[in-house]
C-alpha cells in the first residue's frame, strides 16, 4: 500500500473513531509500527493530526460541530464579515453563495438587491430566499449532507458543468498558508472547488479562528482566491503573509462601524 493510500485510510479511520492506536492500524494496514508512526508524522506536521502516546486524534480542525452550534459561534465577527461581503453585490447580478454560517448571514444582507440570481447548494440559503421576489434561485442537486443540509455527489457535479456565475461567496473550514483553503466533508469540499472555477470572482468569509489550522480537503490554494474577508482578530503576522500572495484582503472591525483594507 502506498504512503498516501495508507494516511487516507488512517484519516478514514480518524474521522470514525476521533482517535486510534498505532497497534491496531499497523494491524489492519498490515505494516510496521514505525512506517505507521512515520505516517502520522506527516499528517501532524500537514496539521491534521495530532500524535499522542501510543497513537494520534484528529485536529480539532477536521472534526465539524453540528450546524446548529457553528451558527452561534463566533456570531458577531460572521455578521461583520457578511455585511462587507455584501457590498460586492449589485442589482441584476447571478451569483453563487456557497454552504455554511458565514454564508447564511450574508444572505441576509443581500435581500435589499434586486434581480439576483442566486445558485447555491445549501438547503437553508434556498429556503431563505425562496419568497423573495427579488430573486431567482438555483439549486445545484445531488445528495443530501444532512449535517449541513448542503448538496454535493454526482448529480451536482454534472449541475456545474455548463454553469458560470460572475461572483461566488465561500465559507471555509481552515486556512494555511501552505496547505491553502481547506474543507472538511470530501463531497462539499469539491462542489466549492468547482464553483470557484466557474466564478469570475471568488470571495472568501472567514473568521479569526479559522486561520492557521488544516482541514481535510483542499478547496483552492491561496493565490486563487480573489477577495478574503477577515475580522480583526486574525493575527497580523498571517494577513501580512496572506497580501505577499498578491491577494486582496479585508479586514473588518466586529462591531461593523469600520474598515482596514
Same mark, same amino acid.
Do not use: W
Given at each position: 500500500?502506498?504512503?498516501?493510500?495508507?494516511?487516507s485510510e488512517?484519516?478514514?479511520?480518524?474521522?470514525?473513531?476521533? /482517535? @486510534?492506536? +498505532?497497534?491496531?492500524?499497523?494491524?489492519? &494496514?498490515?505494516?510496521?509500527? $514505525?512506517?505507521i508512526? =512515520?505516517?502520522?508524522?506527516e499528517?501532524?506536521?500537514?496539521?491534521?493530526?495530532?500524535?499522542?502516546?501510543?497513537?494520534?486524534?484528529l485536529?480539532k480542525?477536521?472534526?465539524?460541530?453540528?450546524y446548529?452550534n457553528?451558527?452561534?459561534?463566533?456570531?458577531?465577527?460572521?455578521?461583520?464579515?457578511?455585511?462587507?461581503a455584501?457590498e460586492?453585490?449589485?442589482?441584476g447580478d /447571478? @451569483?453563487? +453563495?456557497d454552504?455554511?454560517?458565514?454564508? &447564511?448571514?450574508?444572505?441576509r $444582507?443581500?435581500?435589499? =438587491?434586486?434581480?439576483?440570481?442566486?445558485?447555491?447548494?445549501?438547503?437553508?440559503?434556498?429556503?431563505?430566499?425562496?419568497?423573495y421576489?427579488?430573486?431567482?434561485?438555483?439549486?445545484?442537486?445531488?445528495?443530501?449532507?444532512k449535517?449541513?443540509?448542503?448538496?454535493?455527489?454526482p448529480?451536482?457535479y454534472?449541475?456545474?458543468?455548463?454553469?458560470?456565475?460572475?461572483k461566488?461567496?465561500?465559507g +471555509?473550514s481552515?486556512i494555511?498558508?501552505?496547505a491553502?483553503?481547506?474543507?472538511?466533508?470530501?463531497?462539499?469540499?469539491?462542489?466549492?472547488?468547482?464553483?470557484?472555477?466557474?466564478?469570475q470572482k471568488?470571495?472568501?468569509?472567514?473568521?479569526?479562528?479559522?486561520f492557521?489550522?488544516?482541514?481535510?480537503?483542499?478547496?483552492?490554494?491561496?493565490?486563487?482566491?480573489d477577495?478574503?474577508?477577515?475580522?480583526?482578530?486574525?493575527?497580523?503576522?498571517?494577513?501580512?503573509?496572506?497580501?505577499?500572495?498578491n491577494?486582496?484582503?479585508i479586514?473588518?472591525q466586529?462591531?461593523?462601524?469600520?474598515?482596514?483594507?
Amino acid at each position: 500500500m502506498l504512503p498516501n493510500d495508507r494516511q487516507s485510510e488512517i484519516m478514514k479511520q480518524l474521522q470514525k473513531f476521533r /482517535t @486510534i492506536k +498505532i497497534s491496531d492500524i499497523s494491524k489492519d &494496514l498490515n505494516v510496521t509500527r $514505525e512506517t505507521i508512526r =512515520k505516517d502520522l508524522y506527516e499528517l501532524e506536521e500537514r496539521g491534521m493530526v495530532r500524535k499522542v502516546h501510543g497513537g494520534a486524534i484528529l485536529n480539532k480542525a477536521n472534526v465539524e460541530t453540528k450546524y446548529i452550534n457553528r451558527k452561534s459561534t463566533n456570531e458577531a465577527e460572521k455578521r461583520s464579515i457578511a455585511k462587507r461581503a455584501a457590498e460586492f453585490v449589485e442589482d441584476g447580478d /447571478t @451569483i453563487y +453563495i456557497d454552504y455554511g454560517t458565514t454564508a &447564511l448571514f450574508f444572505v441576509r $444582507e443581500i435581500l435589499d =438587491k434586486r434581480d439576483l440570481t442566486v445558485v447555491t447548494n445549501s438547503l437553508p440559503i434556498a429556503n431563505e430566499l425562496i419568497d423573495y421576489s427579488e430573486c431567482e434561485v438555483i439549486i445545484i442537486g445531488g445528495n443530501v449532507r444532512k449535517n449541513e443540509k448542503s448538496l454535493f455527489g454526482p448529480v451536482a457535479y454534472r449541475s456545474i458543468e455548463k454553469m458560470y456565475v460572475e461572483k461566488g461567496f465561500f465559507g +471555509i473550514s481552515a486556512i494555511n498558508i501552505d496547505a491553502g483553503y481547506t474543507n472538511v466533508h470530501m463531497g462539499e469540499s469539491e462542489v466549492s472547488r468547482l464553483m470557484m472555477i466557474h466564478s469570475q470572482k471568488t470571495i472568501l468569509m472567514a473568521d479569526y479562528s479559522k486561520f492557521n489550522t488544516v482541514a481535510m480537503n483542499q478547496v483552492a490554494s491561496i493565490e486563487e482566491v480573489d477577495v478574503l474577508i477577515t475580522d480583526e482578530n486574525t493575527d497580523q503576522e498571517i494577513l501580512n503573509q496572506l497580501r505577499e500572495r498578491n491577494r486582496k484582503v479585508i479586514t473588518v472591525q466586529t462591531e461593523g462601524s469600520g474598515l482596514d483594507e
